[in-house]
Nanobody, 124 residues
Framework: QVLVTESGGASVQAGGSLRLSCTAS????????MGWFRQPPGKEREFVAT????????NVSDSVKGRFTISRDNTKNMVYLEMNDLKAEDTATYYC?????????????????WGRGTQVTVSS
């Protein structure tokens, strides 16, 4: 069993920045594709960003393209989501996810492990 844990959520003003962090337990972190999803209040969960196991492939949703960046440090078992120019519509619970022996992917149902989420609130 892999434990995925997010951190870094906060309340910020529109136009501000945040960096979310995620760690996954275990010795094989570098074998997992990682990603971020979010669920705005009262809405469906949606894909935000994904990164392949070696970091060579990255993908972000159109709604955050140019503002959010996903990265990882396999030496530290960490994945990050750098969020800039935050907007009120970015308000959501953000979930970190991990998929064993997989490439970067946008379908949440293909991820094996989910964190419990971290709250991001953007006020306008």
């Amino acid at each position: 069993q892999v434990l995925v844990t997010e951190s870094g959520g906060a309340s910020v003003q529109a136009g501000g920045s945040l960096r979310l962090s995620c760690t996954a337990s275990g010795r094989h972190f570098s074998s997992y594709a990682m990603g971020w999803f979010r669920q705005p209040p009262g809405k469906e969960r949606e894909f935000v960003a994904t990164i392949s196991s070696n970091g060579g492939v990255r993908n972000v949703s159109d709604s955050v393209k140019g503002r959010f960046t996903i990265s990882r440090d396999n030496t530290k078992n960490m994945v990050y989501l750098e969020m800039n120019d935050l907007k009120a519509e970015d308000t959501a619970t953000y979930y970190c996810v991990a998929a064993w022996m997989s490439g970067a992917r946008v379908d949440g149902s293909t991820y094996d492990y989910w964190g419990r989420g971290t709250q991001v609130t953007v006020s306008s």
